[in-house]
């Protein structure tokens, strides 16, 4: 398995850029397939594409595939961070050239060549042709402007995210042992504050809340009456769930001695904790920021037609509607259906990877339109308790966790991953 470059072998690949600064790899009967991401739309597309017809070029700066439902258990240990990721280069280049650690900078669609700039030394540029180019760049946390969430906030959306939280969270507890700090100063470091009641913020506030009443209690249990959580979100939480579904979520929480709901507007974030609109302050030792999305700078640049939040405008084939470019498709959260806007969520990212793998793979000049039918929605609220929202199934509470654990453990992308 290789999840790393080696030094020497990076130094000659480097070299070669150099030498080489616009890349074609496609042979003469084969068109040259250019993926940006390696989130779930672009690992879909990867996976589900006839190599057969295109030499399949990636672009992205992160060089593994992550299985983000779960990666709110990674924060607090329950699930390790290695077992939700699996390596790009496991599936299936025809060249090992063919992988770029790299980010996309800027896209030339009259001559068709994509500028690159390199993760791994970030002076090197270069660029690569293409025949056909799918923008799969996902999208970044919103901060809405907020003064200080970037600077003092922790955001939730990848391995090195779920990584500094768990840190945080250990440094906070081991910090609040020592006898030189005093009570007051224990309970801003033990207290933690999500913004936003979306999957992500109540998911992540589920799992410490499990550590919470499970770990702390025999790891730290002088601590234990000391830890807080507040989750701080300004409408409803889970509002893409069945109501009732909501109201047993919101129950939950509030039947917990150590978490609360907090309805309010986040007005600044500073290094001690955060600032509401309506002037009140909450002290804490960990701010956890999971309150949206926004366009990556990339998609920001390039000249597609976008709508009001910044993602390119696609039509029913997930093509651009820009009508003077050909074979530049937009898939996942950087994409907006014209005719059917769709949520921003995974399932959507993923069948739009393998819908249009399909459509490149196949030898129909018409094909259909992309179409999509949610399977449902899950959820973990902690406890061993989940939501499931399914099209003919509400569940909540043990049966629905049983059910959270199967399908999430089932998805993972290889039998190594749900088998750890």
Same mark, same amino acid.
């Given at each position: 398995?290789?999840?790393? $470059? ?5 130094? !000659? ?7 080489? /600064?616009?890349?074609?790899?496609? %042979?003469? %009967?084969? *068109? *040259?397939? !250019? ?20 030499? &399949? ?25 290695? %077992?939700?990721? #699996? ?13 770029? $650690?790299?980010?996309? &900078? ?7 060549? @994509? ?6 030394? +970030? =002076? ?22 907020? /003064? ?21 969270? @250990? ?8 006898? &030189?700090?005093? #009570? ?54 889970? /509002? =893409? ?19 609360? @709901? @907090? ?31 926004? /366009? ?8 597609? +037609? ?17 009508? #003077? ?43 259909? +339109? ?10 973990? !609220?902690?406890?061993?308790? %989940?939501?499931? #929202?399914?099209?003919? &199934? ?11 654990? $199967? ?14």
């Amino acid at each position: 398995m290789v999840t790393a $470059l080696r030094i020497d072998t990076t130094i !000659v690949h480097l070299t070669s850029i150099i030498a080489n /600064p616009i890349r074609r790899y496609a %042979s003469s %009967s084969r *068109q *040259q397939l !250019v993926i940006l991401g390696t989130g779930w739309s672009g690992f879909a597309l990867l996976k589900n594409i006839d190599k057969r017809k295109y030499d &399949v070029i990636v672009v992205s700066p992160r060089n593994h595939f992550l299985f983000t439902p779960l990666l709110p258990s990674t924060t607090v240990g329950t699930l390790e961070f290695r %077992s939700i990721i #699996d390596p790009i280069r496991n599936h299936g280049f025809r060249n090992e050239k063919h992988f770029h $650690l790299a980010e996309a &900078v800027d896209v030339d669609f009259y001559n068709k060549t @994509l500028k690159c700039r390199s993760t791994l030394e +970030p =002076s090197l540029a270069y660029q690569i042709r293409y025949d056909k180019l799918a923008i799969c760049v996902g999208a970044v946390p919103n901060t809405f402007g907020v /003064p200080g969430v970037r600077q003092n906030a922790y955001f939730l959306k990848e391995i090195a995210d779920a990584r500094a939280i768990r840190h945080r969270i @250990l440094h906070n507890f081991e910090l609040s042992t020592e006898s &030189v700090v005093n #009570d007051e100063d224990r309970k801003r470091l033990l207290h933690t504050v999500i913004v936003g009641g979306g999957p992500t913020g109540v998911e992540f506030g589920a799992e410490l809340y499990d550590f919470i009443i499970q770990d702390v209690a025999k790891i730290f249990p002088s601590l234990q009456d000391m830890v807080h959580v507040t989750l701080v979100e300004s409408r409803e939480i889970l /509002p =893409s769930f069945d109501e009732r579904l909501r109201i047993h979520a919101e129950k939950k929480i509030a039947k917990r001695e150590r978490m609360k @709901l @907090l309805r309010g507007t986040v007005a600044e974030v500073n290094s001690n904790g955060i600032k509401l609109t309506d002037g009140s302050e909450i002290q804490c030792g960990l701010t956890v920021w999971s309150a949206g999305l926004a /366009p990556r700078e990339i998609t920001t640049r390039l000249d597609l +037609p976008k709508n009001k939040q910044g993602q390119i405008i696609v039509d029913n084939y997930l093509h651009t509607i820009r009508n #003077d470019v050909e074979g530049i498709y937009a898939l996942g959260d950087c994409s907006y259906v014209q005719s059917t806007p769709l949520p921003c969520t995974a399932q959507v990212a993923e069948r739009e990877g393998k819908y249009l793998a399909n459509v490149l793979s196949s030898s129909k000049t018409v094909p259909e +339109p992309f179409f999509f039918k949610s399977l449902g929605m899950l959820a973990y !609220v902690g406890e061993q308790d %989940s939501l499931t #929202d399914l099209p003919y &199934v509400k569940w909540q509470g043990f049966k629905s966790w049983i059910l959270w654990h $199967l399908a999430y453990t089932t998805r993972l992308g290889s039998w190594r991953l749900r088998m750890q």
